[in-house]
Structures are given as C-alpha cells and as structure tokens.
C-alpha cells in the first residue's frame, strides 16, 4: 500500500535552516507530483511547495527560502528551508498526487523561534 514516511522535524532558531525528507513506497514514485503542505495551529493545511517530473512551483510566502527537489531513485522527495521564520511553525505533511484518496505523511512538526 502506499506509504509516506516523513523525517523528524525538529526546532530551530530564526534564520535557520532545516530539510525535511519524505520517503514513499507503494506506487510508480517518479510518475507523480509530490508536494509539501503545512498546517499551523487554528490554520487551514496549505500548499508550501509542489514538484512535477519537470518543474515545481512555490507558495508566494516561501519563495526563494525554500527549495523542494526529488530523488526518483530513492523514491525520496526534500524539502530544504532557509532563512526560517517564526511564522514557518507548523505541521508539515508529505503528498502524493495520485489519482483516487489523498496520501498524506504523518506529519512532523517544525517550529522556529525568534
């Protein structure tokens, strides 16, 4: 079945830096977007970054702090974060784009503190 295992988040000072992985298993990995989603407390889950076979696409509050890339091999998708921010704390959930239910991580909390 499909399976999206993320690695631990972790706290982290203003400014800093951390990446997240997310490991899928499953499913034809390399044939479907990936994307990085995040909720914060009282907030709805939004989109931070999305990546297609070719190309991604950024959330306007992230761009040019964040970079998300993949690893078809490792079937492993990252999300490397900059220049962290208080308003970066949240839960951060892994996706996969495939067709039927959603698949979602587990989840694994960042926060950043100023």
């Known amino acids: 079945q499909v399976q999206l295992v993320e690695s631990e988040g972790g706290l982290v000072q203003a400014g800093g830096s951390l990446r997240l992985s997310c490991a899928a298993s499953?499913?034809?990995?390399?044939?479907?977007?990936m994307s990085w989603y995040r909720q914060a407390p009282g907030k709805e889950r939004e989109l931070v970054a999305r990546?297609?076979?070719?190309?991604?696409n950024y959330a306007d509050s992230v761009k040019g702090r964040f970079t998300i890339s993949r690893d078809n091999a490792k079937k492993t998708v990252y999300l490397q974060m900059n220049s962290l921010k208080p308003e970066d704390t949240a839960v951060y959930y892994c996706?996969?784009?495939?067709?039927?239910?959603?698949?979602w991580g587990q989840g694994t909390q960042v926060t950043v503190s100023s």
């Open positions: 499953g499913f034809t990995f390399s044939s479907y977007a």
């Open positions: 990546i297609f076979s070719v190309g991604t």
């Open positions: 996706h996969a784009h495939l067709p039927g239910p959603d698949y």
